[in-house]
C-alpha cells in the first residue's frame, strides 16, 4: 500500500517571496514521485517528477523538490513566487513494483495563495 | 493537439438514472485512469487500464464500472448513481503502463446527482 501526505492544506504568501509545499509519502516498494498543479476550472498539469538520479529535480515556471529517501518527502519549492502561480498543488507517488505498479495515489492537495 | 477528452463536461442528474461519461485520447496511450477529486481528499482513483481488455479497481471503485474495448476509449459508467457520487472526476492516459511515466488529464466533468 502507498499514501501521500500534505502537511499544509493552505499556504498564503506575498509576491516574490519564496515558498515550499511540503509531502511525506510512504510505500513499502521503491517509488515515483510527481508534483502537479492544477488552475482554476482546469484539469491538472505536470510540475516536475523523480524517476531515479539527482535527487534534486527541476521543473516548468521555476518550481523544484528535491527527494529524501530517509524522511520519505518531496518537498516542492520556489525561491520567488508570481500572482500567477495560485493554484492548487498536489504530491503524487506511483509504486515502481509489486502490487502497487500503475496505482497513481495523490495526496489532499495544498491550495497556494499569492498575494500581491 | 494531443489531448483527453471528457464528455459531458458537466451534468445534472437524480438518482438511480444511469449515466456513461466518455473519455478519449489521441496519444496512443496504453494506460487510461479514471479519478474523482472531492475537496480535502486530492484525487482518488477508481479503475485504471494498462491496455484493451485490461482493467482494475483502484482505492474506490464501488458503484462504477468501466470498459476498455478500444485502445483510445475508456468509458466510465454509473449503473445507479447516487448522491455521494457527486463530484469532480478526470479521465487520465499515459504511455507504458502508467508506472514512471506522467499523465495526462482531460479537463474534467463535475456531476452532480440529486
Known amino acids: 500500500a502507498q499514501s501521500v501526505t500534505q502537511l499544509d492544506s493552505q499556504v498564503p504568501v506575498f509576491e516574490e517571496a519564496p515558498v515550499e509545499l511540503r509531502c511525506n509519502y510512504s510505500?513499502?516498494?521503491?517509488?515515483?514521485l510527481f508534483w502537479y498543479v492544477q488552475y482554476p476550472n482546469q484539469g491538472l498539469q505536470l510540475l516536475l517528477k523523480?524517476?531515479?538520479?539527482?535527487?534534486l529535480v527541476k521543473g516548468i515556471n521555476g518550481f523544484e523538490a528535491e527527494f529524501n529517501k530517509s524522511q520519505t518527502s518531496f518537498h516542492l519549492r520556489k525561491p520567488s513566487v508570481h500572482i500567477s502561480d495560485t493554484a492548487e498543488y498536489f504530491c503524487?507517488?506511483?509504486?515502481?513494483?509489486?502490487?502497487?505498479?500503475?496505482?497513481?495515489?495523490f495526496g489532499q492537495g495544498t491550495i497556494l495563495t499569492v498575494h500581491p | 493537439e494531443a489531448q483527453v477528452t471528457q464528455n459531458p463536461r458537466y451534468l445534472i442528474t437524480v438518482t438511480g438514472k444511469k449515466l456513461t461519461v466518455t473519455c478519449s485520447q489521441n496519444?496512443?496511450?496504453?494506460?487510461m485512469s479514471w479519478y474523482r477529486q472531492d475537496p480535502g481528499l486530492g484525487l482518488r482513483q477508481i479503475y485504471y487500464?494498462?491496455?484493451?481488455?485490461?482493467?482494475d479497481k483502484g482505492d474506490v471503485p464501488e458503484g462504477y464500472k468501466v470498459s476498455r474495448k478500444e485502445k483510445r476509449n475508456f468509458p466510465l459508467i454509473l449503473e445507479s448513481p447516487s448522491p455521494n457520487q457527486t463530484s469532480l472526476y478526470f479521465c487520465?492516459?499515459?504511455?507504458?503502463?502508467?508506472?514512471?511515466?506522467?499523465?495526462?488529464f482531460g479537463d474534467g466533468t463535475r456531476l452532480s446527482i440529486l
Open positions: 510505500s513499502s516498494v521503491s517509488v515515483y
Open positions: 523523480y524517476l531515479s538520479g539527482s535527487t
Open positions: 496519444m496512443n496511450h496504453e494506460y
Open positions: 503524487a507517488v506511483s509504486g515502481a513494483g509489486g502490487t502497487s505498479y500503475g496505482k497513481l495515489t
Open positions: 487500464s494498462m491496455n484493451v481488455e485490461v482493467t
Open positions: 487520465a492516459s499515459s504511455t507504458g503502463t502508467g508506472g514512471g511515466q506522467p499523465q495526462h
